[in-house]
């Protein structure tokens, strides 16, 4: 299972102005040639890959994108101005399908690839357009035409960047739901968690990341113990792994060698990535943790719930995903 995150949006691109019908006038020639500019196109409507997105969701909260007509043409040969195109952005792996006939209409992967998706509409042509050498005074001239609206599903993979793997009640879903709006079952017994929960954690003014929280890992988990171990497999791609290890363990830094311990038979590739050590629950822990590791790791001492330690620990998240 990956985690899937879905959108319909509807797209209106804006309708070409008219051509108009114009004659010059020029001081002692009582007719002059034909000089009704041609409409301008409509704004079309542009997906665009973003970097920095990592969901859909500010596009789940903008469901309707249209853009404005152009301009009609005017006298003097002047061209109506174009419509203003509109950018969506969306996140890398977007796949943008076509609501009627299911085709798949582009595949987003590259920051700054974009594609349109709904071409404005063309503008008409004025009646300086129509003149030949024997037909010198036309009066034709054409309407805008009309874009054609779409209704398209977005479609995205999310791999989360940071996967947090801890023993049951480490304080897991509880760093999510205070690093970011997900709102996961947070309580006070093991195994609370059942399903992955994804977070979109803002890291800064325009950047952001998404932590993975998935349930508990046991002993034996590389086995097939326990619940944990078949979510492992969601984090594989996560570009960190956080471990936490309650401050209230009789042994954090042991806990925390079980942890690697179980991470590593499962999966030697994945203790691999890079990783970081939170140590929970601060507040409620009085003196000074073992925390002498096995292994030089990052440490954080955190507390989700006076907030000790996250931002520095959000910081340090972020700058690794972006190595
Ligand atoms: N005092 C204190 N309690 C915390 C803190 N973080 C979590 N807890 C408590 O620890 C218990 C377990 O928290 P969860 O976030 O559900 O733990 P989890 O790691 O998601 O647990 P599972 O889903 O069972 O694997 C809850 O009672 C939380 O209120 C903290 O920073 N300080
Ligand atoms: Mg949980």
Same mark, same amino acid.
């Given at each position: 299972m990956r985690f899937v995150d879905y959108v319909k949006i509807k797209v209106i691109p804006g309708k070409g102005g008219d051509g108009i019908i114009a004659f010059r006038r020029e001081k002692f020639v009582p007719k002059g040639g034909p000089s009704g500019g041609n409409g301008g196109r409509g704004g079309s409507i542009i997906l665009k890959v973003d970097a920095q997105l990592h969901t859909l969701q500010d596009i789940r909260y903008h469901r309707i994108y249209k853009a404005n007509r152009g301009k009609h043409g005017?006298? *003097?040969?002047? +061209?109506?101005?174009?419509?203003?195109? /509109?950018t969506v952005k969306v996140p890398a792996g977007t796949i943008v399908k076509d609501l009627h006939n299911g085709e798949v209409v582009a595949d987003l992967q590259i920051d700054g690839e974009?594609? &349109?998706?709904? @071409? !404005?509409?063309r503008g008409g042509r004025g009646n300086a357009e129509f003149a030949t050498p024997t +037909? @010198?005074?036309?009066? $034709?001239?054409?309407? !805008?035409? $009309?874009?054609?609206?779409?209704e398209l599903e977005l479609e995205l993979k999310v791999l989360a960047d940071v996967g947090l793997v801890g023993f049951p009640n480490a304080g897991k879903s509880t760093l999510l739901s205070r690093?970011?709006?997900a709102k996961p079952k947070i309580a006070d017994y093991p195994f609370t968690t059942l399903t992955p929960n994804l977070g979109i954690v803002k890291s800064g003014a325009y950047s952001s990341f998404v932590m993975a929280d998935i349930p508990g890992l046991i002993e034996g988990a590389h086995k097939g113990k326990g619940l944990g171990i078949q979510f492992l497999k969601h984090v594989e791609r996560c570009s960190v792994l956080l471990f936490l290890v309650d401050a209230n363990d009789e042994?954090?830094? $042991?806990? %925390?060698?079980?942890?690697?311990? $179980?991470?590593?038979? %499962?999966?030697?590739?994945l203790i @691999?990535?890079?990783r970081m050590l939170a140590i929970t629950k601060m507040d409620s822990f &009085? !003196?000074?943790?073992?925390?002498a590791t096995? =292994?030089?790791?990052?440490?954080?001492?955190?507390?989700?719930? *006076? !907030? =000790?330690?996250? =931002?520095?620990? /959000?910081?340090a998240l972020s700058t690794s995903i972006s190595e």
């Amino acid at each position: 299972m990956r985690f899937v995150d879905y959108v319909k949006i509807k797209v209106i691109p804006g309708k070409g102005g008219d051509g108009i019908i114009a004659f010059r006038r020029e001081k002692f020639v009582p007719k002059g040639g034909p000089s009704g500019g041609n409409g301008g196109r409509g704004g079309s409507i542009i997906l665009k890959v973003d970097a920095q997105l990592h969901t859909l969701q500010d596009i789940r909260y903008h469901r309707i994108y249209k853009a404005n007509r152009g301009k009609h043409g005017e006298g *003097s040969l002047r +061209h109506g101005k174009k419509g203003e195109d /509109i950018t969506v952005k969306v996140p890398a792996g977007t796949i943008v399908k076509d609501l009627h006939n299911g085709e798949v209409v582009a595949d987003l992967q590259i920051d700054g690839e974009s594609i &349109v998706v709904a @071409q !404005g509409g063309r503008g008409g042509r004025g009646n300086a357009e129509f003149a030949t050498p024997t +037909h @010198q005074a036309p009066r $034709e001239f054409e309407y !805008g035409r $009309e874009g054609r609206d779409r209704e398209l599903e977005l479609e995205l993979k999310v791999l989360a960047d940071v996967g947090l793997v801890g023993f049951p009640n480490a304080g897991k879903s509880t760093l999510l739901s205070r690093v970011s709006r997900a709102k996961p079952k947070i309580a006070d017994y093991p195994f609370t968690t059942l399903t992955p929960n994804l977070g979109i954690v803002k890291s800064g003014a325009y950047s952001s990341f998404v932590m993975a929280d998935i349930p508990g890992l046991i002993e034996g988990a590389h086995k097939g113990k326990g619940l944990g171990i078949q979510f492992l497999k969601h984090v594989e791609r996560c570009s960190v792994l956080l471990f936490l290890v309650d401050a209230n363990d009789e042994d954090p830094a $042991e806990s %925390y060698r079980l942890l690697f311990e $179980e991470v590593k038979k %499962y999966s030697p590739g994945l203790i @691999q990535r890079k990783r970081m050590l939170a140590i929970t629950k601060m507040d409620s822990f &009085v !003196g000074v943790p073992k925390m002498a590791t096995f =292994e030089p790791v990052e440490l954080f001492p955190i507390s989700s719930v *006076s !907030g =000790e330690g996250l =931002e520095d620990l /959000i910081k340090a998240l972020s700058t690794s995903i972006s190595e």
